[in-house]
């Protein structure tokens, strides 16, 4: 078992200064609720903890299976409810390739790996969202 | 229903720069699996995402209360599982609050509607793990 740490303090207004590992993350409210774009909103980064998470065990496998690409991206989109408290019900991945090298076939065995194996993020959220993934190679 | 996006781009090595509303947040591996500490690992941004949920909470309901409070951090601590996928098994947050006009009474009730009522970070994480939580006021 390990232990992970964060914190947030409050600086002003709904800001607020987060830290991870030694690193600061700002954060913010929406300005419907008095934010002023400090940062991001904290739900969200939910979305990019997900992202991040599949898209570093898609890097490492392909990287063991030697499978070069020219770029490679995660988009996320997360569809929340209307009432509170407000949840993801659905979210959509999307894995993106570019590359004149990039196998089909390994691709989505390093991206099913990640999804139902490795991938801690996506193993939780799964539980309580709907969560589909695609893979797009070469997008016009 | 609202939709919230966020994108992962590969840098180099195992590190990405993640997008999310027009803020850049770096992330990278655990430095055992080739990270070199370019920004956090991806898992607890999870954790900073729960605690900055419930902090602006707290912030927007103790500002209805006109509660003052002279510093108010939101510390959180999680224990991962040992096998893959590794999800937060537990998860605790601390409330700390300085101030010499602190409503124990109002601090209590803004955490508690917190919790159990608009938090969505911590209403998904509820479902997957153990969430706990304690109010520390002026520590020593």
Redesign the interface.
């Known amino acids: 078992?390990?232990?992970?740490?964060?914190?947030?303090?409050?600086r002003e207004g709904?800001s607020?200064d987060?830290e991870?590992?030694?690193?600061t993350?700002?954060?913010d409210?929406d300005p419907s609720?008095?934010g002023k774009?400090y940062?991001?909103?904290?739900?969200?980064?939910?979305?990019?903890?997900?992202?991040?998470?599949t898209?570093?065990d898609v890097?490492?496998i392909l990287g063991k299976m030697q499978m070069p690409y020219d770029?490679?991206?995660?988009?996320?989109?997360?569809?929340?409810?209307?009432s509170?408290?407000?949840?993801?019900?659905a979210i959509r991945l999307r894995y993106v390739f570019t590359g004149s090298e990039l196998d089909e076939a390994k691709i989505e065995k390093a991206v099913r790996l990640s999804q139902e194996?490795?991938?801690?993020?996506?193993?939780?959220?799964k539980?309580?969202?709907n969560v589909d993934y695609e893979i797009v190679m070469n997008p016009e």
Chains 1, 2 share one sequence.
């Open positions: 078992m390990a232990t992970h740490h964060t914190k947030v303090t409050h709904m607020f987060g991870l590992a030694g690193h993350i700002p954060l409210a609720v008095g774009d940062g991001p909103t904290p739900k969200p980064l939910l979305l990019t903890s997900l992202a991040g998470c898209a570093m890097t490492s770029s490679f991206e995660v988009e996320v989109d997360g569809d929340t409810t209307d509170h408290p407000k949840t993801y019900s194996k490795y991938c801690g993020v996506s193993a939780m959220l539980q309580v969202s």
